[in-house]
């Protein structure tokens, strides 16, 4: 009885109770060709091996702007989203305008990049070449979507300049593959599978920007920054390309409790390099990286595991 007692006020000690011993924690991500899902998937493990109680489960959504809503209503516990989704979902502001939605961070965990891919053969060199083509813009109401009208928008095209296909990171890449579109949009942390998978089959080139195309699409969605895709990042991809990045934020309901997000924030931290064996683009998740890219506040379960650290948390992260 002794034994049993010790145990369970540890447990208590620790934001839990025997109640709560099975609660699986449900992480929304995005399609499985894309790295939300095997980020997320990730995370799930974690979770079930290193704290107490708990379980993940990772869902396939279609992305940022369905996870707002997800994690506003509480019907997931844990999102992965693009800034400007989330930066728009905690203000109210853009597709959720007049509506700001129960949402705080944890932490940022890696930068995607837009990535414009085509055939070789297309013709396609620039942004500007995608008029009068068949072009994949995302996922309906993903952040893929977001980001490809935000930098088309901005830069003299629209929806009505070319014929519009809301496709998947897969559905885009296989319609590609066959001929059924001309271009496709990808705003995901590179290298990412679907891509991968396509420059083993077919030819492709990447899309680069201008300088002058990304400051226009700053100057309409500031979370945007510059960003090179690597030589040699696809097959047959021989030179760097420009475009812009934006940072994927891993969100929660306020209302989770500051044990719990505490022990999320640390754990991602902690044991990183698991989810960097997993997929690349974790190596970009770091504190640093989380404090000055994450554009909404914090948990206060969170700041208490940067806090503990000894790191510079910058004001705009405290409500």
């Not at 699986?24 to 079930?48: D, K, N, Q, R, W």
């Not at 965990?109 to 891919?117: D, E, M």
Request: net charge negative.
């Amino acid at each position: 009885m002794r034994k049993l007692s010790v145990a369970l006020c540890a447990t208590l000690a620790l934001g839990f109770s025997t109640a709560q011993a099975q609660t699986t924690l449900s992480i929304a991500t995005g399609g499985t060709g894309g790295v939300y899902y095997p980020i997320g998937g990730g995370l799930a493990e974690l979770i079930g091996q290193h704290i107490p109680g708990y379980s993940g489960a990772v869902e396939v959504t279609g992305a940022s702007v369905e996870n707002m809503g997800l994690i506003h209503r509480e019907d997931s516990d844990l999102a992965i989203a693009l800034a400007d989704t989330v930066f728009q979902a905690y203000n109210g502001t853009g597709r959720f305008d007049g509506r700001p939605l129960d949402v705080v961070a944890l932490a940022s965990i890696y930068p995607n990049a837009v990535q414009i891919v085509t055939l070789a053969n297309s013709g396609i060199t620039s942004l500007d070449d995608l008029r009068g083509k068949r072009v994949s813009v995302g996922a309906p109401g993903s952040g893929t979507e977001l980001n490809a009208r935000a930098l088309l928008e901005s830069n003299g095209l629209s929806y009505d300049d070319m014929s519009v296909q809301r496709l998947n990171f897969n559905e885009t890449a296989d319609a590609l593959r066959d001929g059924d579109i001309d271009a496709g949009f990808w705003s995901v942390g590179p290298p990412t599978s679907s891509i991968l998978s396509l420059a083993t089959q077919r030819d492709i080139r990447l899309v680069s920007l201008t300088t002058t195309q990304i400051r226009n699409a700053q100057s309409v969605e500031p979370v945007f920054a510059p960003y090179v895709l690597r030589a040699g990042l696809y097959e047959g991809v021989t030179s760097p390309t420009q475009s812009v990045s934006i940072p994927n934020v891993l969100t929660v309901n306020p209302a989770m409790s500051e044990e719990l997000a505490y022990q999320l924030t640390k754990l991602l931290f902690e044991e990183v390099e698991y989810l960097r064996a997993i997929h690349p683009a974790a190596n970009d998740t770091t504190v640093e990286f989380s404090l000055t890219s994450t554009p909404i506040p914090m948990h206060p379960g969170a700041l208490r595991y940067y806090e503990e650290i000894g790191a510079v948390i910058p004001d705009r992260l405290r409500e």
